[in-house]
C-alpha cells in the first residue's frame, strides 16, 4: 500500500513536498526497488516525474523537473519524498506514488515514460499551481 501526502494549492513560483509512505515493501531489505513519482494532468497521459532506487540512490528526472525537483528516500521509514520547487500552472497534476522491484536496466528504463514496469500505486495527490 502506497500512501501520498503533502499536495494542494500553491502560487506560481512556491514550493511543496510530497510524501508517499509505503507498506508492504521494505526498503531497507537487501533487495533493490524503484520508487518514483508520476503525473496525470485533466486530457493528458501518465507521465514519469521522477524515480529512484530504493539500494544506491540513482535517480531520473523528466527534462521539464530537472533542477527544480528533488526525489528522495529514507529507506529506515520507508518512504519516500518528492521536493518541487519553482513550481508553474504547468506542473498541475494529480501526483501519483508508484514502486516496484526494480527490474530494468537502469533507473530511467523503469521509470519513463509512463512507469509502466510499476505494479503498486498510490491513490494520487492533487497539485494544483496558479497563476
Do not use: H
Not at 78 to 84: A, D, E, G, P
Not at 91 to 101: E, K
Amino acid at each position: 500500500q502506497l500512501v501520498e501526502s503533502g499536495g494542494g494549492l500553491v502560487q506560481s513560483g512556491g514550493s511543496l513536498r510530497l510524501t508517499c509512505t509505503i507498506s508492504g515493501f521494505t526498503l531497507y531489505s537487501s533487495g533493490n526497488y524503484a520508487l518514483g513519482w508520476f503525473r496525470q494532468a485533466p486530457g493528458k497521459e501518465r507521465e514519469a516525474v521522477s524515480c529512484i532506487s530504493s539500494r544506491d540512490g540513482d535517480s531520473y528526472y523528466a527534462d521539464s523537473v530537472k533542477g527544480r525537483f528533488t526525489i528522495s528516500r529514507d529507506n529506515a521509514k520507508n518512504t519516500v519524498y518528492l521536493q518541487m520547487n519553482s513550481l508553474n500552472p504547468e506542473d498541475t497534476a494529480v501526483y501519483f506514488c508508484g514502486a516496484d522491484y526494480f527490474i530494468a536496466v537502469d533507473i530511467r528504463n523503469m521509470c519513463a515514460p509512463t512507469g509502466v514496469e510499476f505494479g503498486s500505486w498510490g491513490q494520487g495527490n492533487q497539485v494544483t499551481v496558479s497563476s
